[in-house]
């Protein structure tokens, strides 16, 4: 079996990858040493550093995933900046922000950043659009998945296999591994 080492601190995204992975018969061994993350506006390059510089210090080829959630009536926010809204302000706050605004939409973003010991980094970025619901809603996920409405559920309430199938980081995942073959 193909192994692979995913490099992330975030239980949520591991698992996903894990499972994704694991259908298309690769073994996805988690490493939480973590790397410094760019102020970018944009995650691709945040996703290239961090899997270029874990490559070089762990003389292994690794595998990032740099993520967000892009609300256009914020004008991209959080975006990149998406884990430190999450974890100083959390979905209700996000909830607050988005009280007033007629326009809903939002995209979730993922890019895999791939990179091997002394070559280049790549990126595989997976994007899906929906809507920013008016509550939270279901208990699957993580993350802003209960406040992240697709197709009229949102992906808290979608479920982990099925959320798998059209995430953003599902459609990340699949050039990826398309590349990989
Ligand atoms: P790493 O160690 O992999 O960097 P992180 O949690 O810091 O983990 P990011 O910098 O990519 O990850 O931040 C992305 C934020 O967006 C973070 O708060 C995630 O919980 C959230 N997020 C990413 N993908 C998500 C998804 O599929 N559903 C819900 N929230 C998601």
Same mark, same amino acid.
């Given at each position: 079996?193909?192994? %692979?080492? /995913?490099?992330?601190?975030?239980?949520?995204?591991?698992?996903?990858?894990?499972? %994704?992975? *694991?259908?298309?018969? %690769? +073994?996805?061994?988690?490493?939480?040493?973590?790397?410094? +993350?760019?102020? &970018? @506006? &944009?995650?691709?390059?945040?996703? *290239?550093?961090?899997?270029?510089?874990?490559?070089?210090?762990?003389?292994?080829?690794?595998?990032?995933?740099? #993520? $967000?959630? /892009? %609300?256009?009536?914020?004008?991209?926010?959080?975006?990149?900046?998406?884990? /430190?809204?999450?974890?100083?302000?959390? =979905?209700?706050?996000?909830?607050?922000?988005? &009280? =007033?605004?007629?326009?809903?939409? *939002?995209?979730?973003? #993922?890019?895999?950043?791939?990179?091997?010991? $002394?070559?280049?980094?790549?990126?595989?970025? $997976?994007?899906? @659009?929906? =809507?920013? @619901?008016?509550?939270?809603?279901?208990?699957?996920?993580?993350?802003?998945?209960?406040? /992240?409405?697709?197709?009229?559920?949102?992906? $808290? +309430? !979608?479920?982990?296999? +099925?959320? =798998?199938?059209? #995430?953003?980081?599902?459609? *990340?995942? @699949?050039?990826?591994?398309? !590349?990989?073959?």
């Amino acid at each position: 079996m193909r192994k %692979i080492v /995913f490099v992330t601190g975030n239980k949520g995204k591991f698992s996903e990858v894990k499972d %994704i992975l *694991a259908s298309k018969g %690769i +073994e996805v061994i988690q490493n939480k040493d973590g790397y410094p +993350e760019m102020q &970018e @506006d &944009e995650l691709e390059p945040i996703a *290239a550093y961090g899997a270029k510089l874990t490559a070089e210090n762990l003389g292994m080829p690794v595998m990032v995933d740099d #993520s $967000g959630l /892009f %609300i256009k009536a914020l004008n991209g926010f959080p975006g990149p900046y998406s884990a /430190f809204v999450e974890n100083k302000l959390g =979905n209700q706050k996000v909830l607050k922000l988005m &009280e =007033n605004e007629e326009d809903r939409a *939002a995209s979730f973003k #993922s890019v895999i950043g791939y990179c091997e010991p $002394g070559k280049e980094p790549l990126t595989f970025t $997976g994007t899906v @659009d929906g =809507n920013i @619901d008016f509550e939270e809603k279901g208990s699957g996920g993580f993350g802003y998945d209960p406040i /992240f409405e697709y197709k009229g559920r949102t992906f $808290g +309430e !979608w479920g982990d296999e +099925e959320k =798998n199938k059209v #995430s953003h980081r599902r459609r *990340a995942l @699949d050039k990826f591994l398309e !590349w990989l073959q």
